[in-house]
Nanobody, 121 residues
Framework: QVQLVESGGGSVQAGGSLRLSCAAS????????MAWFRRVPGEEREGVAT???????SYKDSVKGRFTISVDNAEDTLYLQMNSLRPEDTAMYYC???????????????WGQGTQVTVSS
């Protein structure tokens, strides 16, 4: 069973930076889609960024130019570099994965437990 474990969350002031990590254990698929989502209590979960195994990335409009998603295949770790953070980025951040391209028909079926990001003004 694949396990995803997030880390790197914390509290920062607006304009600051954080780098989230998602360590994937027992992930043996050569083709994958990995993603970052976030959720604010009382609101719907929203997608933040995705990355395919071919390196294709996509971002939510509000984070474009500020966040960067990447994968270290040697370390089986997904990252989200977050710069110029805003109070509205405050949320629980989750990583997720599936063993096909992001545009494929199946849902993301592996999820981490989340890491909290809090941005103060």
């Amino acid at each position: 069973q694949v396990q995803l474990v997030e880390s790197g969350g914390g509290s920062v002031q607006a304009g600051g930076s954080l780098r989230l990590s998602c360590a994937a254990s027992r992930y043996t698929y050569s083709r994958y889609c990995m993603a970052w989502f976030r959720r604010v209590p009382g609101e719907e979960r929203e997608g933040v960024a995705t990355i395919d195994s071919d390196g294709t990335t996509s971002y939510k409009d509000s984070v474009k130019g500020r966040f960067t998603i990447s994968v270290d295949n040697a370390e089986d770790t997904l990252y989200l570099q977050m710069n110029s953070l805003r109070p509205e980025d405050t949320a629980m951040y989750y990583c997720a994965a599936k063993a096909e391209y992001c545009g494929g028909p199946n849902r993301l079926n592996f999820w981490g437990q989340g890491t909290q990001v809090t941005v103060s003004s």
